[in-house]
């Protein structure tokens, strides 16, 4: 908002020659009502950021219900366990290193220098909401790569892996695509990458690439779950035990997601010049709430059928999962594109999550929650997608522009500049996490602290690492005799008939 400026001196001119005592007066009301406009525009707007991480941080309630549901019975209580920890390990860690490694300014454009423990916190372009919206999506990759190595990883794997993604590897990929220093970033005005940076608005790469491909070299290393494939090759299925509770973290992470994209805008009472009273940022909030909510909803029909086609079941699970994949492919171009371009990216999205599974069955790579292809997959289409159709306006009034020639996408004739940044962006992730996490998990595999034994494996980590079922199964006393108990089906065995005469 435009300051309100006022000059005594011109004023008593106007006043007359005993006017200067009023226009000292009047000026200083209105310097007192130019400030308060501006401390509620902070105030708004910090109220607008920490209501935004809120809802970021109950996606790890929806991750929590996710997993549980994706996995057998008997490792319930390890999966939910870990995904409280890597909000708890990530807590402290993204506070001691994460955020300044990320967001340190001024620093190079590898990585961010200052801001450790939050030191210099507030300031002008840093608040304590920003370090917990940010911690917030850290967490949020961290949770991605649990999935994919559920059922079969060691409790100490978790609590390395996690520290290490969320206070150094996760921060600084943001640094390099959100930080202003940040050598591909949209808003390092002084060196934009191909003249226009990288536009992750949200995160496709920098959250679901980075979680999807640390949860690729887990799962890969580790090797497959025991009995997911048999002894001829043969694609077995190992079905998690709860679709309720994979549809209740779906609607949670759906409800999360209005926290993840608009929320990436860190503002909201900014106006857009000529777009009259109307028009400003509230509204590119409002239509990136749109194009969410479209590429969701197409994924998860175009799954629906997709897979009905493919295996001739209405399968819920696998219509959970694209709705999920089609968010992390809109991701990184929420803010810039159409709504009708929305509808696109979640077909295809949908199409990548199918095709990225098939190629995991014929390769062996067994990934419980299909972690590395829903959000590693589709959140490299994502990137892609937006290369091909972020539209002029909206990029210019996202990124704050007037730059004259910055690329869009290229679809939308704004040339292949842009599609440029974003597959260096993809190759870039690729490597860097790979290098990083994959040499980590290298470690603790010949270290043999990542993956348990086959026993504990074939007995369930709940029993054997937790002290007991996350459920009850048996009535051991009569004081469980009139609970509702969730009982084991054991197969039956052969019966004998017996016919006797009295």
Same mark, same amino acid.
């Given at each position: ?68 549901? !994706? ?60 370090? $917990? ?6 967490? =949020? ?135 009259? +009273? ?78 990225? +599974? ?15 292809? $829903? ?24 990124? +704050? !522009? ?32 790979? =290098? ?17 034994? =086959? ?24 004081? +469980? ?22």
């Amino acid at each position: 908002m435009a300051s309100l400026d006022c000059s005594a001196d011109q004023l008593a001119q106007l006043l007359g020659p005993n006017g200067t005592a009023a226009a000292s007066f009047i000026c200083d009301r209105f310097s007192a009502v130019s400030d308060s406009f501006t401390d509620t525009n902070y105030a708004v707007d910090n109220t607008y950021l920490l209501f935004s991480a809120y809802l970021v941080f109950a996606m790890q309630l929806g991750f929590a219900m996710l997993c549980a549901g !994706s996995v057998r019975a008997k490792n319930t209580m390890n999966i939910m366990l870990t995904n409280v920890l890597d909000a708890a390990t990530g807590g402290l860690f993204y506070y001691l290193f994460g955020f300044a490694f990320a967001f340190g300014s001024p620093s190079n454009g590898f990585i961010g220098k200052h801001f450790f423990a939050l030191k210099s916190i507030p300031t002008s372009t840093f608040d304590y909401s920003n370090f $917990l919206y940010q911690w917030a999506f850290a967490i =949020a990759a961290a949770g991605i790569t649990s999935g994919s190595i559920a059922e079969r990883t060691q409790f100490v794997a978790y609590l390395i892996y996690s520290s290490f993604l969320t206070g150094f590897v996760y921060p600084v990929v943001s640094h390099w695509f959100w930080s202003s220093d940040g050598w591909a970033s949209a808003s390092n005005s002084g060196n934009l990458l191909f003249g226009s940076g990288v536009i992750d608005f949200a995160g496709s790469g920098v959250v679901h690439m980075v979680g999807g491909i640390a949860g690729l070299w887990g799962a890969f290393i580790e090797g497959p779950r025991i009995g997911r494939f048999g002894h001829s090759g043969r694609s077995l299925v190992l079905r998690g035990h709860s679709s309720t509770l994979v549809v209740l973290g779906t609607f949670l992470l759906w409800f999360g997601w209005y926290g993840f994209n608009p929320g990436s805008f860190l503002k909201i009472s900014v106006a857009y010049s000529g777009g009259g +009273n109307y028009y400003g940022q509230w509204s590119a909030v409002g239509r990136t709430a749109v194009t969410t909510t479209l590429a969701g909803c197409t994924a998860a029909l175009t799954t629906l059928f997709g897979k009905r086609i493919l295996s001739g079941h209405w399968n819920v699970t696998d219509v959970c999962n694209g709705l999920l994949g089609g968010f992390a492919a809109i991701t990184s171009g929420c803010s810039v594109v159409e709504p009708w371009a929305a509808i696109i990216c979640g077909f295809v999205a949908a199409v990548v999550l199918i095709s990225c +599974n098939k190629l995991a069955e014929k390769v062996k790579f067994d990934d419980p929650l299909e972690a590395t292809q $829903l959000h590693g997959g589709c959140g490299a289409w994502g990137i892609i997608f937006t290369a091909l159709f972020a539209t002029k306006d909206y990029v210019s009034q996202v990124y +704050n !522009s007037g730059q004259p020639g910055r690329p869009y996408g290229l679809f939308m004739g704004g040339g292949g500049r842009l599609l440029a940044a974003h597959i260096i962006q993809i190759l870039v992730i690729t490597g860097w996490v790979s =290098a990083t996490m994959g040499t980590l998990f290298f470690i603790l595999h010949k270290l043999k602290l990542l993956r348990i034994s =086959a026993e504990d494996e074939m007995a369930g980590m709940d029993l054997t690492r937790h002290g007991g079922f996350a459920y009850m199964y048996h009535e051991d006393d009569d004081s +469980n005799k009139h609970a509702f108990e969730l009982r084991k089906i054991e197969p039956a065995a052969p019966t004998t008939i017996v016919t006797t005469t009295n």
